[in-house]
């Protein structure tokens, strides 16, 4: 599949980002001392795709 189907191919198959969580602030909302942590579970499918991407497509780097 080429990687620029597989977005719409995650949201036919009803794999939706939870990343829509975030919220915007203003640089004046932010004060100083905020923090924020972001987290998200990547898929073994996911891994590859980066690896193809990035040209790192040795066993060693994928397998684990």
Do not use: C
């Amino acid at each position: 599949m080429p990687l620029l189907d597989v977005i719409p191919a995650r949201r036919a198959h009803g794999i939706v980002s939870t990343m829509a969580d975030f919220h915007n602030h203003t640089y004046d909302q932010i004060a100083i001392g905020a923090t924020e942590t972001a987290t998200r579970a990547i898929t073994a499918t996911e891994v590859e795709a980066l690896a193809l991407v990035a040209g790192e497509v040795d066993p060693f780097h994928l397998d684990g």
